[in-house]
Nanobody, 123 residues
Framework: QVQLVESGGGLVQAGDSLRLSCAAS????????MGWFRQAPGKEREFVAA????????YYADSAQGRFTISRDNAKNTVYLQMNKLKPEDTAVYYC????????????????WGQGTQVTVSS
């Protein structure tokens, strides 16, 4: 099993940047594909970005492409989400997640979840 703890969320203005971090423990981090999801009030949890075991492959939702970058440092057991040019519609609770496949893009494929970190973007 793996335990995940997100950090780095906060209140920012439109156009600002944030870097979210997810620290993993309890299992071999490099054995898991990692992802970021977000959930706004009244909406379903949606996919944002994913990264493969080694970090060599990434995948982004259309809403994140060109603005967000997912990365991982297996030596530090940490995955990151760099968010640039933030928009009010990015406001949500952001969750990191882990799954045993090389890479995955649907929430049903993910087995382990962090507690979430709030990102609020004001206009």
């Amino acid at each position: 099993q793996v335990q995940l703890v997100e950090s780095g969320g906060g209140l920012v203005q439109a156009g600002d940047s944030l870097r979210l971090s997810c620290a993993a423990s309890g299992r071999t981090f490099s054995s898991y594909g990692m992802g970021w999801f977000r959930q706004a009030p009244g909406k379903e949890r949606e996919f944002v970005a994913a990264i493969s075991w080694s970090g060599g492959r990434t995948y982004y939702a259309d809403s994140a492409q060109g603005r967000f970058t997912i990365s991982r440092d297996n030596a530090k057991n940490t995955v990151y989400l760099q968010m640039n040019k933030l928009k009010p519609e990015d406001t949500a609770v952001y969750y990191c997640a882990a799954q045993p496949r090389v890479i995955a893009t649907t929430k049903d494929e993910y087995h382990y979840w962090g507690q979430g970190t709030q990102v609020t973007v004001s206009s």
